[in-house]
């Protein structure tokens, strides 16, 4: 046996279907016409009244529902999340504190580099003085081959399904000083909203580089 609310419906989807019939059958070409398409486009709107009012009952039942249930998994998430932020910021600043005596102990070992090699050479420099040129080029030799020492700092940490990844991100400083494009990329969002408010101001009569302002016909009907 059919409920109720089925029957609703059907009968809902039943009006809807003459309703649409009828729109597929007109055609506009007399004053008639028109006024019996205005009749056609009240009778529409009553019956796309009916059907939000047969599901607004409903929907707000399911809406309080879902909403329900997501204060619920956020109650139960959140702690868990919590936890989740500690662990990895306590991991991120050990990477990074790693990284960055790692970053200092390759800078010292080159600057010890620089040193020995400068050292090699100045050595060549007065060989060369001294009219010792083979000795000169013994130097040269040694300077060129002088080797990165060891870096007495451990490498980054590693652990199996654990990864870091290091991205670039921008900050804006001056709103005002950001260009339109750069290297033929958008990164101001056009103001659709504001640029229609100005056609609807000025009738568009205003003139804006990159804008056409037209005008688009539309029908209201009421119930």
């Given at each position: 046996m059919e409920t109720a609310t089925t029957t609703m419906e059907?009968?809902?989807?039943?009006?809807?279907?003459?309703?649409?019939?009828?729109?597929?059958?007109?055609?506009?070409?007399?004053?008639?016409?028109?006024?019996?398409?205005?009749?056609?486009?009240?009778?529409?709107?009553?019956?796309?009244?009916?059907?939000?009012?047969?599901?607004?009952?409903?929907?707000?039942?399911?809406?309080?529902?879902?909403?329900?249930?997501?204060?619920?998994?956020?109650?139960?998430?959140?702690?868990?999340?919590?936890?989740?932020?500690?662990?990895?910021?306590?991991?991120?600043?050990?990477?990074?504190?790693?990284?960055?005596?790692?970053?200092?102990?390759?800078?010292?070992?080159?600057?010890?580099?620089?040193?020995?090699?400068?050292r090699l050479e100045a050595i060549?420099?007065?060989?060369?003085?001294?009219?010792?040129?083979?000795a000169a080029e013994v130097m040269r030799d040694m300077a060129e081959d002088v080797p990165i020492g060891d870096i007495a700092a451990p490498t980054a940490p590693t652990a199996r399904g654990a990864s870091v990844r290091t991205v670039w991100k921008a900050r804006v400083t001056d709103p005002k000083a950001v260009p339109a494009y750069h290297d033929g990329v958008e990164l101001r969002t056009i103001n659709m909203s504001a640029l229609n408010s100005l056609a609807r101001y000025s009738k568009g009569q205003a003139t804006i580089p990159g804008v056409e302002f037209y005008e688009e016909s539309t029908l209201a009907v009421r119930a």
């Open positions: 059907q009968e809902l989807e039943r009006s809807a279907a003459i309703m649409i019939r009828a729109a597929e059958a007109l055609t506009i070409a007399t004053h008639e016409d028109y006024d019996r398409g205005t009749a056609i486009l009240k009778d529409i709107k009553a019956r796309v009244k009916a059907v939000k009012d047969y599901w607004k009952e409903p929907k707000a039942a399911a809406q309080a529902a879902h909403k329900s249930l997501c204060a619920r998994e956020a109650q139960m998430l959140k702690p868990l999340e919590d936890a989740e932020s500690t662990v990895k910021r306590a991991m991120l600043a050990y990477d990074t504190e790693v990284k960055r005596r790692r970053r200092e102990a390759e800078e010292a070992a080159r600057k010890a580099r620089e040193a020995e090699v400068a060549a420099a007065q060989a060369d003085a001294q009219g010792d040129i083979d």
